[in-house]
């Protein structure tokens, strides 16, 4: 007898018991999501079946775009849900917002007393000095610090925690050593915390990636999930990408017309150690992007076939001086592409992405640099193709400069480090080169 895999029941199954732990009376919930496993969703599904049941709940997310995409989510699926967005002085709603009238937006808890729903950053959330509410849920949870969940915890009584737990951790610009191993350890995770502090706390796993492609969930889920694995919810040849025009035998189009075959496309550079705006890693870069605008991309999938313009494809880098040589190269020909680090791309999704790989051309491999978040979040974001550009010889990196962080007593291990983690991608990379 053969046992077909339905992605749709599989998931559905987590969701359910999801939701019926968070009616079975546990103070938290705590639910891993692998990238584009429909995290947002339960999260819409969640508050629903919790405000539908006459709960007040109030909703935690990290950035203000995530705060406008959750409102846009909840609004557009249940109009019928009293919806609040807590908010700064100043603030402007954005399109997402202003399209739902019925939102009502207040600097002040009180004022939204009659809305079931209240959804704020969780900076803003940590102004409060009164209030309480029966329910929270945390979006993004895993890139919450561990002190503002504690600045939080006074405003509700039960949680439902979700979040990614392979991309980037929580950041700070201060040294952070002093508290290392220390079970409130502020740079910590807020889910790790929580858990150290109640491991009796039901934890469940999303198993499913409805954005990544047949070709990508498996080298992603390998690198960079290998306890906690999981499956595309599409199928080899669900999805297909196809250029309107030929390629006329570039470096840059065949490393297009790879990604286009199998998904991926490593672009190799020479070797050669460089200043961190390599020019010429740039400028590849920018001409991959630019370059696939140029052949009218079409991608063909379960949601029909649209072309893949410029809103549709993502670039990105680790640093922020990179984000602006790389837009400076794009100019006019690339507008409308997205340009950003991988700390800014987490959650977003496109068509396409085009990545400089955080450690093409360098001569060390910091702890910054090889941070499996940071590739994670960068080998992730896209739904058919995602081509890497980098310099020959970051393998030899890799191995000429072997983890040397210092280990602290009571610090969970990190697993796969970076290093583990940069070695599986590349390995899967070599697969696909095209030497520049």
């Known amino acids: 007898m053969v046992v077909t895999f339905d992605p749709g029941a599989e ?19 705590v639910v891993d999501s692998p990238p584009g496993a429909g995290k947002s969703t339960l999260v819409v599904r969640a508050a629903a079946h919790l405000a539908g049941a006459g709960e007040r709940l109030m909703i935690v997310a990290q950035t203000n775009e995530q705060v406008d995409d959750l409102i846009d989510r909840i609004a557009t699926g249940h109009p019928e849900l009293a919806l609040g967005r807590l908010s700064a002085a100043g603030y402007a709603p954005s399109a997402r917002v202003a399209a739902h009238p019925a939102v009502r937006i207040a600097q002040k808890a009180a004022d939204l007393d009659e809305h079931s729903v209240v959804i704020a950053t969780a900076a803003k959330w940590a102004t409060l000095a009164e209030g309480s509410w029966p329910w929270a849920i945390v979006d993004e949870a895993y890139q919450m610090r561990s002190d503002m969940l504690l600045r939080l915890a006074g405003r509700f009584e039960r949680a439902l925690f979700v979040g990614d737990p392979g991309q980037l951790d929580p950041f700070s610009t201060v040294e952070v050593e002093r508290w290392a191993g220390l079970s409130w350890d502020p740079l910590r995770s807020a889910v790790s915390v929580l858990l150290a502090h ?12 409805w954005r990544l492609p047949a070709s990508a969930a498996p080298v992603v889920s390998e690198a960079f999930y290998p306890f906690t694995g999981f499956r595309a919810g599409t199928a080899p040849g669900d999805r297909r990408l196809e250029f309107s025009a030929r390629g006329m035998g570039t470096p840059h189009d065949r490393a297009l017309d790879e990604a286009a075959a199998t998904g991926w496309a490593l672009l190799e550079l020479p070797a050669r150690h460089t200043v961190r705006t390599d020019s010429e890693a740039v400028r590849a870069t920018a001409a991959l992007a630019v370059r696939l605008l140029q052949r009218g991309g079409v ?5 029909g076939t649209a072309p893949v313009d410029a809103a549709r494809i993502a670039v990105g880098a680790a640093h922020r001086d990179q984000v602006t040589a790389l837009r400076a190269a794009l100019g006019p020909a690339g507008a409308g592409v997205t340009v950003d680090t991988a700390n800014r791309l987490q959650g977003r999704e496109y068509d396409v992405t085009v990545v400089l790989h955080p450690l093409s051309g360098r001569r060390d491999a910091t702890a910054f640099h090889l941070e499996s978040g940071r590739l994670c979040v960068l080998a992730s974001r896209h739904r058919h193709a995602c081509v890497v550009v980098a310099r020959a010889g970051i393998p030899e990196l890799l191995d000429a400069h072997p983890s040397a962080e210092p280990v602290h007593l009571n610090v969970p291990v990190r697993f796969p480090d970076g290093w583990e983690a940069n070695q599986a991608i590349l390995a899967h990379l070599a697969e696909h080169r095209v030497r520049a």
Do not use: F, I, K, T
Request: hydrophobic share 45%; net charge neutral.
């Open 11 to 29: 998931a559905g199954r987590v969701v359910d018991a999801v939701l019926a732990d968070l009616a079975a009376g546990h103070r938290g919930v």
């Open 198 to 209: 109640n491991p009796e706390l039901p934890v469940h796993r999303l198993p499913v990636s």
């Open 299 to 303: 991608a063909h999938s379960e949601r």
